[in-house]
C-alpha cells in the first residue's frame, strides 16, 4: 500500500513559477506510476479530475495539452512555470503500483490530501 504526502501550493501572479512537491512511500518494489490532477473553478460541479501530467516508473511523461512546454513532472515533484490564471485550482498527486503515465483518476489507487494554487493579479 502507498502513502502519498504532497506539499507546496500558494498564490502567485500570472507568469511566475511554482513547485509541487509529492512524496510517496510504501512501496516494497520501488516500481510505481505518479500522476497529477486538478480540480479547477471553471469546471461543471461533479466534474472529473482534469489530468495535468503523468511518469511512469520507468520515467515517460505524458502532458496535458493545456501544460505542455510548462510542466515538467518528475518522480516526486511537479515545476509549474508561466502560470496562468487558468491554471487555478486544486491539484492532487496520485499514485499506483503499475507502469504507466495515464491521466484518467480512475486509473490511480493512493491519493495525496490536494493542494491549493491560485493564479491572479
Known amino acids: 500500500q502507498l502513502q502519498v504526502v504532497q506539499y507546496g501550493g500558494g498564490a502567485v501572479q500570472p507568469g511566475a513559477s511554482l513547485t509541487l512537491s509529492c512524496v510517496v512511500s510504501?512501496?516494497?518494489?520501488?516500481?510505481?506510476?505518479v500522476a497529477w490532477f486538478r480540480q479547477t473553478p471553471r469546471q461543471a460541479p461533479g466534474s472529473e479530475r482534469e489530468?495535468?501530467?503523468?511518469?511512469s516508473s520507468a520515467g515517460s511523461t505524458r502532458y496535458a495539452e493545456s501544460v505542455e512546454g510548462r510542466f515538467t513532472i518528475s518522480q516526486d515533484s511537479l515545476q509549474m512555470n508561466q502560470l496562468k490564471p487558468e491554471d487555478t485550482g486544486m491539484y492532487y498527486c496520485?499514485?499506483?503500483?503499475?507502469?504507466?503515465?495515464?491521466?484518467?483518476?480512475?486509473?490511480?489507487?493512493?491519493w495525496g490530501q490536494g493542494t491549493q494554487v491560485t493564479v491572479s493579479s
Open positions: 496520485a499514485a499506483v503500483p503499475m507502469r504507466w503515465n495515464r491521466l484518467v483518476p480512475g486509473d490511480y489507487t493512493y
Open positions: 489530468g495535468v501530467a503523468g511518469i
Open positions: 510504501g512501496s516494497t518494489s520501488g516500481v510505481y506510476s
